[in-house]
């Protein structure tokens, strides 16, 4: 029984001490902003096309031929067509290849405000402007 009214007492002395103890919510006043910056690296393609390399040991008789068979159709069209059946057509080729930007952004800032004569710094995820809510927490101390 003695032990039950003990427990009861110091359970009682538990919670009106808790019940003394009180949070808010008020302003302080932003010192200093200090943003801490991140390195990022951006990739993107960068394409260059090259023109096909010309042969050195063009061919006439491919034209001179596709001149002779396309004389219905027309000279100069049998001749380009002769020409790139000897020739071949060579396309031009693109080429490309990842480069990487490097770009410096904010993660998060570091914050110096002044409450009620205290400094104090905290790292926030955005920049605060002039003031910065601030939780306070107030309890007797004995």
């Known amino acids: 029984m003695k032990h039950s009214a003990l427990l009861a007492i110091l359970l009682t002395a538990g919670a009106v001490v ?59 069209t049998g001749a380009i067509v002769g020409d790139r059946m000897q020739n071949g057509s060579a396309q031009p080729v693109q080429r490309c290849r990842t480069v990487y930007d490097t770009q410096e952004r904010p993660s998060g800032y570091l914050v110096t405000y002044d409450y009620h004569g205290q400094t104090l710094t905290d790292f926030m995820p955005v920049e605060p402007g002039q003031s910065v809510r601030v939780r306070v927490h107030v309890q007797a101390v004995r």
């Not at 090259?50 to 159709?73: E, L």
Request: some cysteine; glycine content about 10%.
């Open 18 to 76: 808790q019940a003394q103890a009180a949070d808010y919510e008020d302003t302080a006043r932003v010192v200093s902003v200090a943003p801490r910056m991140e390195r990022y690296n951006i990739p993107r393609q960068e394409c260059t096309t090259d023109a096909p390399a010309a042969s050195g040991d063009r061919s006439n008789s491919g034209a001179i031929i596709g001149r002779v068979a396309g004389a219905a159709v027309g000279a100069g």
